[in-house]
């Protein structure tokens, strides 16, 4: 199965300010998914991040808010930019070693926001 | 470490006991779903999957169970140990690039 490191494993942030997190995955994935879990409940889906084009974000989220980036097939960085309190949560990065297989998830990186 | 399922569904069984956790699922043209476990501060481990051409799947101690007609999804955790104790979540593939839409997830409490 793939492994995905991510970085930071968790951070507390000042309000107002932004926290890019990275996600590293030991082999070639077409397709990276970032998931937010926030406290006591289930994932739920960011964006889906495909190499050399720009990333699809969910109802909810947007581009401005949640800038990803994805430069080559194993790698991408989710960015929480001017964070409030409600940004407090788990960030999850996931990749499928094959199309329509299952996912594989990072460790994931808890967000505090002060 | 800190636990991810504070307001979640709590199912207390007994080592030793089998487990059962259930899961409704939303989408009638999802064709693949997984079972992830998720341990206090990790991200979601992969369990079994199955697809919507199967109604029962097995692996080492556990069982997913698939009725589509009621869309409807069950783990069943043979012999539960301490070690299972974790939150559970479903998930259904909603594209066929790998788009997971998870279940609200149960808390597994498992005593002595």
């Known amino acids: 199965s793939a492994v995905i490191s991510q970085k930071p494993s968790r951070d507390i942030c000042q309000r107002g300010t932004s926290l890019t997190i990275q996600c590293q995955v030991d082999?070639?994935?077409?397709?990276m998914f970032w998931y937010r879990q926030q406290p006591g409940q289930s994932l739920t889906l960011i964006a889906t991040?495909?190499?050399?084009?720009?990333?699809?974000?969910e109802s909810g989220f947007v581009i401005d808010k949640f800038p990803i980036s994805r430069p080559n097939l194993t790698f991408s960085t989710l960015t929480v930019s001017n964070m409030s309190p409600e940004d407090s949560s788990i960030y999850l990065c996931?990749?499928?070693?094959?199309?329509?297989?299952?996912?594989?998830f990072g460790q994931g990186t808890r967000l505090t926001v002060v | 470490g800190e636990s991810v399922g504070l307001h979640l569904p709590t199912l207390s069984v007994q080592e030793g006991d089998n487990s059962i956790i259930n899961c409704a699922y939303s989408?009638?043209?999802?064709?693949?779903f997984i079972w992830y476990k998720q341990e206090s501060g990790k991200g979601p481990q992969f369990i079994i999957d199955?697809?919507?051409?199967?109604d029962k799947r097995q692996g080492q101690r556990v069982t997913v169970l698939l009725n589509k007609t009621v869309k409807h999804l069950s783990l069943q955790i043979a012999a539960t140990q301490p070690g299972d104790s974790a939150v559970y979540f479903c998930?259904?593939?909603?594209?066929?690039?790998?788009?997971?839409?998870f279940g609200a997830g149960t808390q597994v409490v498992v005593t002595p």
């Open positions: 996931s990749a499928h070693e094959d199309r329509g297989t299952e996912a594989f």
């Open positions: 082999s070639q994935v077409t397709m």
């Open positions: 991040a495909n190499q050399g084009s720009e990333a699809t974000y």
């Open positions: 989408n009638s043209a999802s064709d693949y």
């Open positions: 199955i697809r919507s051409n199967m």
């Open positions: 998930a259904e593939m909603t594209d066929s690039w790998g788009k997971l839409q």
